[in-house]
């Protein structure tokens, strides 16, 4: 099972590695991890996603709520919430192939964000399995470079 871990952490240096070293410590791994500031300058929301991990899960979280730095911790994998990625992705393309990929991007409303002679560049936001899903189509025209930032995610409602 996939689950979105969210951490609401001081915002000081080493949280993020206090805070990976328990996962690693119990060799789970991580499929994403994304951490920034929230609207309190002092305070950052950590976002880990894992899988296959679920045996170990509670324990990790369980020592992670222990840290000096979390002021909160969420699996919101049992609640209702919104996530979202982002990905930059460098393309090749050719005269006979540009419009074959300009209609991908058109499919899944990916944001052309520069081109070069022989690649061009997009920005793509929305659910992993969206993100994932231009990936496969681009994969035959030649993927050149790929970023993606991790899963960010919120519940949903007033909570």
Do not use: Y
Not at 12 to 31: I, P, S
Not at 95 to 122: C, D, H, L, P, Y
Request: glycine share 6%; charged share 30%; with cysteine.
């Amino acid at each position: 099972m996939k689950h979105t871990i969210s951490a609401l952490v001081k915002n000081r240096v080493g949280v993020v590695a206090d805070v990976t070293d328990v996962f690693k410590r119990n060799g789970v791994n991580f499929k994403s991890i994304s951490c920034a500031e929230t609207e309190e300058f002092d305070v950052s929301r950590l976002v880990i996603t894992v899988e296959n991990h679920d045996a170990q899960l509670e324990k990790v979280l369980d020592e992670v709520r222990l840290l000096d730095s979390i002021a909160e911790l969420d699996d919101l994998s049992r609640k209702e919430f919104v996530d979202r990625e982002m990905a930059l992705i460098k393309v090749g393309f050719t005269r006979e192939t540009m419009t074959q990929v300009m209609q991908i991007f058109e499919v899944f409303r990916a944001n052309v964000i520069g081109m070069g002679q022989e690649t061009i560049s997009v920005e793509i936001t929305g659910d992993e399995d969206k993100v994932d899903g231009l990936i496969k189509m681009l994969r035959p025209h030649g993927i050149r470079s790929l970023c993606r930032t991790g899963v960010v995610a919120l519940k949903r409602g007033d909570e």
